[in-house]
């Protein structure tokens, strides 16, 4: 087993790990108007839960795969290698509303875990429907919508990450086999 480890898969796995979560923790801050600690309190959580949940669907899946799309998720895990990008953007984009969909649940989770409430829905009443188009503009954007907040702060993690790819992908000599 250990034979096969992919130690540089599981490095770059950490460091993304850790990125997202400074990322990710500085968005909802901002965009919440949450503490720093709460915020990254949910950015871990979140992180390491949806990475969890994507590692144990990797394992479920990869032997339903078929053999030549087997070949080159191990090519790309083993050998940072990839014959076929629309595949790993394809994935990518999967993986993209797969973790979203995963963080804004864990968020509602944890709300109900440790404050043991159900999630507040905040209602807008229509005190602004003759004040004009800017009073009714100003009143949306006072409102902190969780669901926005946490696809911001997905975007600019996946963002952040897709960057550092990029640069690895092209400062690094291509692997041939």
Do not use: C, H
Not at 35 to 59: C, E, R
């Amino acid at each position: 087993m250990w034979d096969v480890l992919p130690l540089r898969a599981i490095l770059y796995q950490l460091i993304f790990i850790v990125l997202a979560i400074a990322v990710e923790a500085i968005v909802l801050q901002s965009y919440l108007g949450i503490g720093k600690k709460s915020s990254i309190q949910y950015a871990a959580t979140a992180n390491l839960l949806s990475t969890v949940v994507g590692w144990l669907v990797f394992f479920v899946s990869e032997p339903r795969l078929p053999q030549d799309w087997r070949q080159q998720v191990f090519n790309y895990i083993f050998f940072d290698y990839t014959n076929n990008p629309a595949l790993l953007v394809g994935v990518a984009f999967l993986t993209f509303l797969g973790t979203f969909f995963i963080k804004l649940q864990s968020l509602n989770w944890l709300d109900f875990i440790l404050e043991g409430k159900q999630p507040i829905e905040i209602e807008v009443r229509d005190r602004t429907k003759f004040q004009g188009r800017a009073a009714q503009r100003q009143a949306f954007t006072d409102v902190p919508n969780r669901a926005l907040a946490v696809l911001w702060a997905n975007a600019a993690s996946f963002s952040v990450i897709a960057i550092l790819i990029a640069i690895r992908t092209f400062s690094e000599p291509p692997v041939t086999l």
